[in-house]
C-alpha cells in the first residue's frame, strides 16, 4: 500500500458520510468485502484469532497477525486497517517493529486499544505507533480505541466523561480517530462526536441506529466488528449439523449461493 491509499484512507474520515467498515479475518473474507462494494477494508482482531485457533486479547502471534495483514493486502486493492489489539505488548520498542511490520505487510491504518490500560501508558504507545509510521514514510490512521464503556470502567455521565478525558489524550499523542465500542444511544453517540475533534468510530451492533443517522450525529466510522465472521461460522455450523444427520447438503448450498468463482478472483 502506497502513501497515496494512506491519504485516501484519510480522506474517508472526513464525512459527510459514515466510512461503513466491514472487519475480515483472512485473504478470502478481505477480497469478498471489496467485492461487495467496501471502500475499505479492517481486520477484527477478535475474528483473525478465532479463525488461527488462538483466543482473542493478545495471544495471537504476532508472526500469524502479520501473515493475515500480506494475505489481505496481496489481494485487494482498497485500504486496509489492522486491529493489533494492544499492540501485543507494552513494550515500546516492540511495539515500534510490530507497527513497522503491520505497514510493511500492507496496511495504512490500525486500531490500538486501552483495555484495561492505564491510558498515560497507552497514550506513550500511540506516540510510539506514531513515530514508527513516520520513521516508515506512512501517514497512519491510527484509529485509538477506548474501553471505558465495552470493560465497563465507568457508568452514565462518569463513562461519558472518562471517555472524553481518553479521546483528548490520544489525540494529543498523535492519534487519528476515537473509536468508542458499545454504546449505540444517540445522545451518547452525538455527544462523543461533537466533543472530540477525532473522528468517531462506532461498532455496529443490534439496535444502532442507520448510517444515514449515525452521519446526521456525527459518527464518521461504523466497523462491524465480529459481525461477518460469526455470520459466516454460523452459517458453517448450521450447515453441517444438517449435512452430519443424514447428509443433507441443502444448507452448504443455500448459504453458497452468491458465492463468486474464487478460483477466478484470485488467479
Known sequence: ????????????????????????????????????????????SAAVAWARGYADGDALPVSALIDVIAGI???????L?????????????????????????????INLEDGRRDPDIHARKIETARAAAEAAGVKLFINARTDVYLAGLAQGEAALAETLRRAALYAEAGASGIFVPLPIEEDVLSTLAAATALPLNAMGRPGMPPATRLAALGVRRLSSATGPFRAAYGAILSATKAFLVDGDTTGYAAFARDLPDLNARFG
Do not use: C
Open 81 to 109: 486497517t489492522a486491529d493489533i489489539e494492544g499492540g501485543y505488548t507494552d513494550d515500546l520498542t516492540e511495539l515500534t517493529e510490530t507497527v513497522k511490520a503491520v505497514i510493511g505487510a500492507g496496511a495504512v491504518g
Open 1 to 44: 500500500m502506497t502513501q497515496t491509499t494512506a491519504d485516501r484512507f484519510h480522506a474517508l474520515h472526513a464525512g459527510p458520510d459514515v466510512l461503513i467498515l466491514p472487519n475480515a479475518w483472512d485473504a478470502a473474507s478481505a477480497a469478498l468485502m471489496e467485492d461487495a462494494g467496501a471502500a475499505a477494508v479492517a481486520t477484527s
Open 73 to 79: 493486502g496481496r489481494v485487494i486493492k482498497v485500504p
